[in-house]
């Protein structure tokens, strides 16, 4: 009888031994992006690189904010994603409703085409899109950093899979109060797959602020490089100043640190809700 009771201890610790060491594992890369930004490069390397502060520049993260603009980089990494974000989610769910709810010819081809761009990366439209964007001169503005994003396939797919959860009896109970498409969509459909539309609006704002590839095409001012832009040419002109480029790093993470420390519950629910339903 001990034994057997001591046995779902012994798991339980093994398992939060390996969970603690897993952790640790992911976490030391962070450590080292920390360490680096916070040490003296120079006499960092002169010391061989250990695994500790060398020198600590407390005021390194002042001065990468100041002497590298970040507040403008950030700035307008805010507004390109802040718009991004809204109108994916408008589109998305619009688009979502209508492939689960609605009936129209040639609904499952149109569908399987929407899904079948997510197979395209971008480097196969950016020189079309680099040159539809000077054509309409938007090169170098808020609209041709967010115009070629503003419907995402994936946003599409997710949504739709969790409007496929709302039972039909919601929507003929519905139908009968008197309630319309757009009625329905915003006072029964969204509130239900709400934990879903949560996780898309995370990872869409992930995609949109850690953009690099588009918004290196679409810009060629210093004035509108966004942040993720601004952090190749930050603290790497000079060996000295190589901490400057870390904590320049550390800055641009937080606004996504924090959102996914707010959102954490909803994207984990979101991802696992109604993933299977078809």
């Known amino acids: 009888m001990a034994t057997d009771r001591r046995s ?21 890369p962070v ?9 003296n490069p120079l006499e960092y390397i002169a010391q061989g690189q250990p695994l500790y502060p060398v020198q600590p520049e407390w005021d390194v993260f002042a001065t990468a904010f100041s002497e590298a603009d970040l507040g403008r980089a950030l700035g307008l990494s805010a507004l390109v994603t802040s718009i991004i974000v809204v ?9 979502a409703y209508a492939f689960a ?11 399987v085409m929407v899904v ?6 971008i480097e196969v439209t950016l020189i079309a899109n680099v040159e539809t964007m000077r054509t309409l001169s938007w090169l170098n503005s808020v609209q041709g950093l967010t115009f070629p994003f503003l419907a995402t396939a994936f946003g599409i797919f997710l949504i739709r899979q969790g409007f496929l959860g709302v039972p039909g009896e919601l929507r003929d109970a519905a139908t009968l109060d008197g309630y319309g498409h757009l009625r329905f969509l915003f006072r029964v459909a969204m509130p239900m797959t709400r934990p879903i539309i949560g996780s898309f609006v995370v990872i869409s704002f992930l995609g949109a602020w850690n953009q690099y590839v588009w918004p290196r095409f679409a810009t060629d001012r210093q004035s509108w490089q966004t942040v993720q832009v601004a952090l190749r040419s930050i603290g790497s002109d000079r060996v000295d100043r190589l901490n400057i480029g870390f904590a320049a790093a550390i800055v641009a993470a937080l606004p996504l640190l924090a959102l996914l420390i ?7 629910r979101g991802l696992t809700a109604g993933a299977v339903k078809g």
Do not use: C, D, I
Not at 31 to 39: G, H, K, P, T
Not at 87 to 95: G, I, K, N, R
């Open 8 to 28: 779902p201890a012994l798991a339980t610790a093994g398992w939060y031994v390996l969970l603690s060491a897993l952790s640790l594992l992911v976490l030391f």
């Open 31 to 39: 450590y080292m992006l920390v360490l680096r930004a916070l040490s």
């Open 87 to 95: 109108v994916q989610l408008l589109t998305s769910v619009l688009a």
């Open 101 to 111: 709810f609605l009936e129209f010819p040639l609904k499952r081809v149109m569908f």
């Open 116 to 121: 079948g761009t997510l197979l395209l990366p």
């Open 262 to 268: 707010f959102f954490q519950r909803q994207m984990v």
